[in-house]
């Protein structure tokens, strides 16, 4: 039986509630019509059925996002009803119904995919609150899979693009890490678009109306940078003559991204590690303090580990900021979505000229063969650079930074200590000239133009290099 109580006497609907089915299993008819009028004063959408046959049938016709299943129904085992759920709605959420005697079958069923049990005889309150409960868990998992999707294909706030695996784990982190206020410290080389991920995490989460202000490390002084993050009062140093509110101040609710943040100075690192602790900071020649609220993102291309080690870098502050860690893979660790990032450069650059812009095959194999040591930055100069040299609307290898198509993949590499990473100049002017020819697909003339040289000698070289 179910306990009554005065609930359903002042319905309030649950949230996110409207637009979900709900599947009520019992044989018990007064039970399944007090779910029933429960799960509609909450704005679901219920069917109700007497028998594991019966739900099958409705399941067979109409989906459903979340089961309430008796264990103990005629002719059929109430885990046999679970499996088959399971089995083909994976989708819903299965909360089975058991009687106080058979807690054992409950703890079953829980190890078997259900994602709750509630004990008959049970009160109104009680349902509603599991209910309540399945439903935000529910809205979680939908605004889950819609960021997902939205950082994977979105062309504003962020602008990543890629779907190597690489990328599609970075995704998954970005998800869940936007919707905390724990520091995030990014990590990744020069390049991969660390600010880009950091604007990601705050324009994905529920603090994407408030300020995302950036803040450069490395190229401020530390009086400079003192004062930007925490302001200063008028007379607190020469040229004082204001004063100013502190970047993590002003950023109030909002986020503070520190790129570079292994070029802070010592002292700054303590001042820093202690506003984040105590959550309020001293502008620069005041004895007031004040109180924020801010998230902290940091951004580095060092090793901060290392940095710890050799005493450049707080231990306390390093563990402060590395709560949550995202590390984004350099462009020659994810080839496959260079094609993805050329399109959309040329795309943009079209836009702002008005021309639209392609790549020719031949040019398109020597950018997926560059190692990229300057990564998505470079890539996108490259582009730009092509776009301004070349007179047609086609990208030609012609059209292409030299570095890019003469220089072999084995002398952009790493460096390998068996041969103590240097070559002869004889060795590798003989890889240059064959690289080139492998990436022109042996077109003689054309290599030649493009690495400067006569067709008599590329023609001599090849001559000595095959009777080597």
């Given at each position: 039986?179910?306990?009554?109580?005065?609930?359903?006497?002042?319905?309030?609907?649950?949230?996110?509630?409207?637009?979900?089915?709900?599947?009520?299993?019992?044989?018990?008819?007064?039970?399944?019509?007090a779910?029933?009028?429960?799960?509609?004063?909450?704005?679901?959408?219920?069917?109700?059925?007497e028998?594991?046959?019966?739900?099958?049938?409705?399941?067979?016709?109409?989906?459903?996002?979340?089961v309430?299943?008796?264990?103990?129904?005629?002719?059929?085992?109430?885990l046999?009803?679970?499996?088959?759920?399971?089995?083909?709605?994976?989708?819903a959420?299965?909360?089975?119904?058991?009687?106080?005697?058979?807690?054992?079958?409950?703890?079953?069923?829980?190890?078997?995919?259900?994602?709750?049990?509630?004990?008959?005889?049970?009160?109104?309150?009680?349902?509603?609150?599991?209910?309540?409960?399945?439903?935000?868990?529910?809205?979680?998992?939908?605004?889950?899979?819609?960021?997902?999707?939205?950082?994977?294909?979105?062309?504003?706030?962020?602008?990543?693009?890629?779907?190597?695996?690489?990328?599609?784990?970075?995704?998954?982190?970005?998800?869940?890490?936007?919707?905390?206020?724990?520091?995030?410290?990014?990590?990744?080389?020069?390049?991969?678009?660390?600010?880009?991920?950091?604007?990601?995490l705050?324009?994905?989460g529920?603090?994407?109306?408030?300020?995302?202000?950036?803040?450069?490390?490395?190229?401020?002084?530390?009086?400079?940078?003192?004062?930007?993050?925490?302001?200063?009062?008028?007379?607190?140093?020469?040229?004082?003559?204001?004063?100013?509110?502190?970047?993590?101040?002003?950023?109030?609710?909002?986020?503070?991204?520190?790129?570079?943040?292994?070029?802070?100075?010592?002292?700054?690192?303590?001042?820093?590690?202690?506003?984040?602790?105590?959550?309020?900071?001293?502008?620069?020649?005041?004895?007031?303090?004040?109180?924020?609220?801010?998230?902290?993102?940091?951004?580095?291309?060092?090793?901060?580990?290392?940095?710890?080690?050799?005493?450049?870098?707080?231990?306390?502050?390093?563990?402060?900021?590395?709560?949550?860690?995202?590390?984004?893979?350099?462009?020659?660790?994810?080839?496959?979505?260079?094609?993805?990032?050329?399109?959309?450069?040329?795309?943009?650059?079209?836009?702002?000229?008005?021309?639209?812009?392609?790549?020719?095959?031949?040019?398109?194999?020597?950018l997926?063969?560059?190692?990229?040591?300057?990564?998505?930055?470079?890539?996108?100069?490259?582009?730009?650079?092509?776009?301004?040299?070349?007179?047609?609307d086609?990208?030609?290898?012609?059209?292409?930074?030299?570095?890019?198509?003469?220089?072999?993949?084995?002398?952009?590499?790493p460096?390998?200590?068996?041969?103590?990473?240097?070559?002869?100049?004889?060795?590798?002017?003989?890889?240059?000239?064959?690289?080139?020819?492998?990436?022109?697909?042996?077109?003689?003339?054309?290599?030649?133009?493009?690495?400067?040289?006569?067709?008599?000698?590329?023609?001599?070289?090849?001559?000595?290099?095959?009777?080597?």
């Amino acid at each position: 039986m179910v306990a009554t109580d005065t609930a359903l006497r002042r319905p309030q609907q649950i949230e996110g509630a409207n637009f979900l089915n709900l599947l009520i299993v019992d044989d018990d008819r007064a039970v399944r019509e007090a779910c029933r009028a429960v799960a509609q004063s909450l704005g679901f959408t219920p069917q109700v059925a007497e028998s594991a046959e019966q739900a099958s049938r409705l399941l067979d016709s109409r989906s459903a996002d979340v089961v309430l299943l008796d264990l103990k129904l005629p002719g059929s085992r109430g885990l046999d009803a679970l499996h088959s759920i399971r089995k083909n709605r994976p989708e819903a959420l299965v909360i089975v119904i058991t009687g106080f005697g058979t807690i054992q079958s409950a703890v079953q069923a829980m190890k078997d995919g259900a994602y709750d049990y509630v004990t008959k005889p049970f009160s109104m309150e009680e349902l509603r609150l599991l209910l309540e409960r399945v439903t935000g868990h529910l809205r979680l998992k939908t605004e889950n899979r819609v960021l997902r999707e939205t950082i994977k294909s979105r062309q504003g706030f962020g602008n990543i693009i890629g779907r190597a695996p690489e990328m599609e784990k970075l995704y998954r982190i970005i998800t869940k890490a936007a919707q905390s206020t724990h520091p995030v410290l990014i990590l990744g080389e020069s390049g991969t678009g660390k600010e880009l991920v950091a604007k990601s995490l705050h324009f994905t989460g529920p603090f994407r109306t408030k300020p995302f202000i950036p803040v450069d490390c490395g190229s401020l002084v530390p009086t400079l940078i003192e004062s930007e993050l925490f302001g200063h009062v008028r007379g607190a140093f020469t040229g004082a003559t204001h004063p100013k509110d502190g970047l993590l101040a002003i950023a109030e609710g909002g986020t503070v991204f520190l790129d570079e943040i292994g070029e802070l100075s010592i002292d700054l690192q303590a001042k820093l590690l202690r506003a984040i602790q105590e959550k309020e900071i001293r502008p620069v020649g005041s004895v007031r303090r004040i109180p924020i609220n801010v998230r902290i993102l940091a951004a580095t291309n060092h090793d901060l580990e290392q940095s710890v080690v050799q005493g450049t870098f707080r231990r306390d502050l390093f563990f402060r900021l590395n709560v949550l860690t995202l590390r984004i893979p350099p462009l020659r660790e994810r080839r496959q979505d260079i094609p993805l990032l050329v399109a959309h450069v040329l795309d943009r650059l079209g836009h702002d000229s008005g021309t639209e812009r392609t790549i020719s095959d031949e040019a398109l194999k020597i950018l997926l063969n560059y190692d990229w040591p300057g990564n998505v930055r470079e890539l996108e100069n490259c582009l730009e650079r092509a776009c301004a040299l070349s007179s047609a609307d086609e990208i030609q290898v012609r059209d292409l930074p030299t570095q890019v198509y003469s220089v072999p993949p084995e002398a952009t590499g790493p460096i390998h200590p068996g041969n103590g990473g240097i070559l002869p100049m004889a060795e590798l002017e003989k890889q240059t000239i064959l690289n080139a020819l492998a990436q022109v697909n042996g077109d003689k003339m054309l290599a030649a133009r493009l690495l400067g040289i006569g067709k008599t000698t590329l023609y001599r070289k090849l001559k000595e290099y095959a009777q080597a």
